[in-house]
Every structure is written in C-alpha cells, then in structure tokens.
Nanobody, 115 residues
Framework: QAQLVESGGGLVQAGGSLRLSCAAS????????MGWYRQAPGKQRELVAG???????NYVDSVKGRFTISRDNAKNTASLQMNSLKPEDTAVYYC?????????WGQGTQVTVSS
C-alpha cells in the first residue's frame, strides 16, 4: 500500500513562488505516473501537471510557462515548482500516483495567493 504526503503549500503574494513536494512510500514509485491536481472552492478538481514514469510532462494551459513538474525516482519524490503565482491559482493541491487501475492520492496542501 503506497502513501503520498504533500508539503510546501502556504500563503504567498501574487507574483511569488512556491514549491510543492510529494513524498511516496510503500510501493515502486519509479513505475508510476505522477500528477498534481488542484481543487478550488466550488470547482471541480483539475489536473495541473503530469509526468510519466519515463519523464514526459504535460500541463494545463493556464500554468504553462509558470509551473514545472519534476520527479526524483531515487528519492521517491515528485515536485511542482510554481512561479509567477496568481490569485486564481489558489486551491488545495493534491498529488496523485497511478499505474493501470491502481492509484493513490495525497491528503492535499493548501495554496493561497493574495492579490
């Protein structure tokens, strides 16, 4: 049974940066695709950025050029570097790992961007 634990959320002013980390344990992290999702109040959860087990990345249009997803298989971590943050980036951010039908979610970390 894998576990995912996010960290790095917080309060930041518009234009600032935050780095989210997702620490994985209990499974073979390197073979899982990983992603960062977010959910703002009253909105559906959306995929923000994903990275496959072999390092291919994809981003939602609204964060392209500002966010960077990465992974370190040796440390069993996935990260999301968020630059030029905007108030509309405010949400709870979740880490997800999946392979086939198996998936795991973290508990979420709050990111709040003030204007």
């Amino acid at each position: 049974q894998a576990q995912l634990v996010e960290s790095g959320g917080g309060l930041v002013q518009a234009g600032g940066s935050l780095r989210l980390s997702c620490a994985a344990s209990g499974s073979i992290f390197s073979v899982y695709d990983m992603g960062w999702y977010r959910q703002a109040p009253g909105k559906q959860r959306e995929l923000v950025a994903g990275i496959t087990s072999d390092g291919r990345r994809n981003y939602v249009d609204s964060v392209k050029g500002r966010f960077t997803i990465s992974r370190d298989n040796a440390k069993n971590t996935a990260s999301l570097q968020m630059n030029s943050l905007k108030p509309e980036d405010t949400a709870v951010y979740y880490c997800r790992g999946w392979r086939g039908r198996r998936e795991y979610w973290g508990q979420g970390t709050q990111v709040t961007v003030s204007s």
